[in-house]
């Protein structure tokens, strides 16, 4: 098991005698143990990790397109992970290739981006050769909160989609189970948001082979800033870390020590029971524009 907790980091700032709550980013709590079938396997494993999000160049000769080069963007965002380590890691792989060479293109009358795998979507031969210049993308080179998120749901879906051409995702569809947590800060506006993804049964029709058959489905949701995106032990932890986050902001704590409080004292409750399906260290990581750091392990 796992247990995750990512949230807008706000800390209570006073100016002029007016108190009001400032963020600084988004924090990632997070436990360290992989266990199988109840039993301590490996601890100190990371579960957070950095994504590089890139868009390549566009090469022109005079009027004929001359390739994809280089990069003209490089940023990051922060994802972190519980499930099945097997199929999260090779997801894991997925978003990374995924974010990391997106095309620019000129589709629909307008500007786009288009990912590593949509190739009908690149850039003809011939185009004009006034196209393509940097100002053409805007300052945040048609990235936002909503498209990052978007490739990063497709990309969790290209892998489930590919894994039924196996038997084994009907049979054992718990060994493809897997929960992922996005923190962005949207190079458009500066704003950050948390996305969190479950794969979730798609429909079968009723185990009747069909190409609308869709086994399972990687579902997103938007995290609001008053709230905490929970992953792993999430049925059992969810309402409690929610709970400790809107007390740590009424009282005017900073939220990230809060809840790597929390984390810490819900792994050690577990463990005194005799239950090790979470276990320390744990680590308290900070994602600031494109930057995930960690920041404390205890344990």
């Given at each position: 098991?796992?247990?995750?907790?990512?949230?807008?980091?706000?800390?209570?700032?006073?100016?002029?005698?007016?108190?009001?709550?400032?963020?600084?980013?988004?924090?990632?709590?997070?436990?360290?143990?992989?266990?199988?079938?109840?039993?301590?396997?490996?601890?100190?494993?990371?579960?957070a990790y950095e994504m590089p999000i890139r868009v390549n160049g566009v090469s022109m000769l005079g009027n004929w397109f001359n390739g994809?080069?280089?990069?003209?963007?490089?940023?990051?965002?922060?994802?972190?992970?519980?499930?099945?380590?097997?199929?999260?890691?090779?997801?894991?792989?997925?978003?990374?290739?995924?974010?990391?060479?997106?095309?620019?293109?000129?589709?629909?009358?307008?500007?786009?981006?288009?990912?590593?795998?949509?190739?009908?979507?690149?850039?003809?031969?011939?185009?004009?050769?006034?196209?393509?210049?940097?100002?053409?993308?805007?300052?945040?080179?048609?990235?936002?909160?909503?498209?990052?998120?978007?490739?990063?749901?497709?990309?969790?879906?290209?892998?489930?989609?590919?894994?039924?051409?196996?038997?084994?995702?009907?049979?054992?569809?718990?060994?493809?189970?897997?929960?992922?947590?996005?923190?962005i800060c949207c190079p458009d506006t500066g704003k950050y948001h948390i996305y969190r993804y479950e794969i979730v049964p798609g429909s079968?029709?009723?185990?009747?082979?069909?190409?609308?058959?869709?086994?399972?489905?990687?579902?997103?949701?938007?995290?609001?800033?008053?709230?905490?995106?929970?992953?792993?032990?999430?049925?059992?932890?969810e309402d409690d870390a929610n709970a400790a986050f809107a007390a740590a902001v009424e009282s005017g704590q900073r939220t990230d020590l809060?809840?790597?409080?929390?984390?810490?004292?819900?792994?050690?409750?577990?463990?005194?029971?005799?239950?090790?399906?979470?276990?320390?260290?744990?680590?308290?990581?900070?994602?600031?524009?494109?930057?995930?750091?960690?920041?404390?392990?205890?344990?």
């Amino acid at each position: 098991m796992t247990l995750i907790i990512a949230g807008h980091t706000l800390e209570q700032v006073n100016i002029e005698g007016i108190k009001s709550h400032h963020g600084r980013g988004v924090f990632i709590a997070a436990d360290s143990s992989i266990t199988q079938n109840g039993t301590v396997v490996v601890t100190g494993f990371k579960k957070a990790y950095e994504m590089p999000i890139r868009v390549n160049g566009v090469s022109m000769l005079g009027n004929w397109f001359n390739g994809y080069h280089g990069f003209i963007y490089e940023g990051g965002c922060a994802v972190a992970f519980a499930g099945s380590t097997l199929v999260s890691q090779h997801i894991m792989n997925s978003i990374r290739n995924h974010l990391g060479e997106l095309k620019p293109t000129y589709r629909d009358g307008k500007y786009q981006l288009a990912m590593l795998c949509e190739t009908h979507k690149f850039i003809g031969q011939h185009c004009d050769g006034d196209m393509f210049m940097r100002s053409d993308y805007g300052h945040n080179y048609l990235l936002t909160a909503s498209f990052i998120a978007g490739v990063v749901q497709h990309s969790i879906q290209s892998v489930l989609d590919r894994a039924t051409q196996h038997k084994g995702m009907k049979k054992n569809f718990a060994a493809y189970q897997a929960e992922f947590i996005l923190s962005i800060c949207c190079p458009d506006t500066g704003k950050y948001h948390i996305y969190r993804y479950e794969i979730v049964p798609g429909s079968d029709n009723g185990g009747q082979s069909s190409a609308d058959s869709v086994p399972a489905v990687a579902r997103m949701e938007e995290i609001p800033e008053g709230k905490v995106a929970v992953i792993g032990m999430r049925d059992f932890h969810e309402d409690d870390a929610n709970a400790a986050f809107a007390a740590a902001v009424e009282s005017g704590q900073r939220t990230d020590l809060a809840m790597y409080d929390y984390i810490i004292k819900a792994i050690r409750n577990q463990n005194d029971i005799g239950v090790f399906g979470i276990g320390l260290p744990a680590f308290r990581y900070e994602h600031r524009g494109v930057r995930l750091e960690l920041k404390a392990r205890d344990g």
